[in-house]
């Protein structure tokens, strides 16, 4: 399978704690997205990073990038209850006919206690 | 208001009988794609278009179908459905430019297959 994996699975945290979920993947990309989806609801993007970056920030979010272990994980600060929600990968295979496919992890299930 | 319009929300059917997923995106996007949702497995990309007459096959197209006849619709077609197609269904929508990528999802198609 192509798909990324991601890990933890599911991920337990108090409001005010901070949240790490890792993502890997076994092919090169263009570049590697995080995505954020609410309970069924369609996915919300949250940043993109691209294979020449290392780090990118966004509010609350610190995204990294390992190209050589072909790993991303995403940060989240000061978590929120609101920030209860599945996070997902997704990275753009780099692909020299310009084509665009999308593999997506398995997601990270994260629950934020008040 | 941009978004990914996806109809209908709910859909139960039976086998073998064909059916139609609609999606239209108001965003002028180039590309668009279809993606199913199980539970365990995140999200796997069906078909994908770069732009009008322009499809491709993402990872399991297997029992689908597509058109893009123009560039705001992107129809999803079973034309006979199996009990192993019941799902959570997106469309999501994108920019192909560099710096304005990202996808744009539509709120979901629930679908079960008696």
């Known amino acids: 399978s192509q798909q990324g994996e991601e890990d933890p699975q599911a991920l337990s945290i108090q409001e005010g704690e901070n949240a790490t979920m890792n993502c890997s993947y076994k092919?090169?990309?263009?570049?590697l997205q995080w995505y954020r989806q609410n309970s069924g609801r369609g996915l919300v993007h949250l940043i993109l990073?691209?294979?020449?970056?290392r780090e990118k920030h966004s509010g609350r979010l610190r995204v990294t990038l390992d190209t050589s272990k072909k790993s991303s994980s995403l940060l989240i600060t000061a978590s929120r209850a609101a920030d209860t929600a599945s996070y997902f990968c997704a990275r753009r295979a780099a692909d020299t006919t310009g084509t665009y496919k999308y593999i997506f992890g398995t997601g990270t299930r994260l629950k934020v206690l008040a | 208001e941009a978004q990914v319009t996806q109809n209908p929300r709910y859909l139960i059917t039976v086998t073998g009988k064909k059916l139609t997923v609609t999606c239209s995106q108001n965003m002028n996007h180039e590309y668009m794609s279809w993606y199913r949702q199980d539970p365990g497995l995140g999200l796997r990309q069906i078909y994908y278009s770069m732009n009008v007459e322009v499809t491709d096959k993402g990872d399991v197209p297997e029992g689908y179908k597509v058109s893009r006849k123009e560039k705001r619709n992107f129809p999803l077609i079973l034309e006979s459905p199996s009990p192993n197609q019941t799902s959570l269904y997106f469309c999501?929508?994108?920019?192909?430019?560099?710096?304005?990528?990202?996808?744009?999802f539509g709120s979901g198609t629930q679908l079960s297959v008696l």
């Open positions: 999501a929508s994108s920019f192909t430019r560099a710096g304005v990528e990202k996808l744009f």
């Open positions: 990073i691209r294979s020449n970056e």
């Open positions: 092919t090169s990309i263009n570049n």
